[in-house]
């Protein structure tokens, strides 16, 4: 029987090779393997759009913010909110990729920007993303509608990208902290870089 199925397997092309465990061993139907699919992507997605704005925001920090500034700032984060900046920063020594979780990227967030739409919704991927990954397939719900139906991929979809484009950096605690010239500095100073 082993021999049987390792030909089976060799003789299988790429495209299909994740056919035979959803639909071969697990016995998954199309509307089961698609709606796993939908929640792997916009959870994989929402992560990597996460990471990169977090590493993103730190390196035109570095450039935007007036000197002294950026270090008080740096400091905030690292002693009142327990946040340690290596986690974020690619280019810290001690930055290890593997290391970064989902949940540790929403925290972040969460501390910098308080507990926003967005990081609500965030915490929602992680929870469905967590249920996937315990093959809790039944229940995958956004606000307690079933992922199943389209009309609720559409509207996670839709909550997602509208969510995402909202700006909240009037909202952060560190933001709120720097007067108001120093705000216009490092205005000036973004706008000088996002012009380059």
């Known amino acids: 029987m082993i021999n049987q199925l390792k030909k089976i397997i060799k003789n299988i092309p790429n495209n299909e090779l994740s056919r035979i465990i959803s639909s071969g061993a697990l016995k998954l139907d199309d509307d089961i393997?698609?709606?796993?699919?939908?929640?792997?992507?916009?959870?994989?997605?929402a992560?990597?759009?996460?990471?990169?704005?977090?590493?993103?925001?730190?390196?035109?920090?570095?450039?935007?913010?007036?000197?002294?500034?950026n270090e008080k700032n740096l400091k905030i984060i690292?002693?009142?909110?327990?946040?340690?900046?290596?986690?974020?920063?690619p280019n810290d020594k001690n930055h290890?990729?593997?290391?970064?979780?989902?949940?540790?990227?929403i925290k972040i967030k969460e501390k910098l920007f308080g507990k926003k739409n967005i990081t609500k919704l965030l915490w929602k991927l992680n929870?469905?993303?967590?249920?996937?990954?315990?093959?809790?397939?039944?229940n995958l719900k956004y606000n307690s509608e079933s992922l199943f139906l389209h009309s609720t991929k559409k509207r996670l979809l839709i909550d997602y990208f509208t969510l995402s484009a909202e700006s909240d950096i009037d909202n952060s605690p560190i933001w709120k902290?720097?007067?108001?010239?120093?705000?216009?500095?490092?205005?000036?100073?973004?706008?000088?870089?996002?012009?380059?």
């Open 47 to 69: 992560e990597q759009d996460l990471k990169n704005i977090e590493y993103e925001s730190l390196r035109i920090a570095k450039i935007a913010y007036p000197e002294g500034i």
């Open 96 to 105: 290890l990729e593997r290391n970064i979780y989902f949940s540790d990227l």
């Open 177 to 196: 902290k720097l007067t108001s010239e120093e705000k216009k500095e490092i205005k000036n100073n973004f706008n000088k870089i996002t012009k380059n």
């Open 78 to 89: 690292e002693e009142e909110y327990g946040i340690r900046l290596h986690k974020i920063d």
């Open 127 to 138: 929870n469905i993303r967590n249920d996937l990954s315990h093959g809790r397939i039944d």
């Open 33 to 45: 393997i698609d709606t796993i699919s939908f929640v792997f992507w916009i959870c994989f997605m």
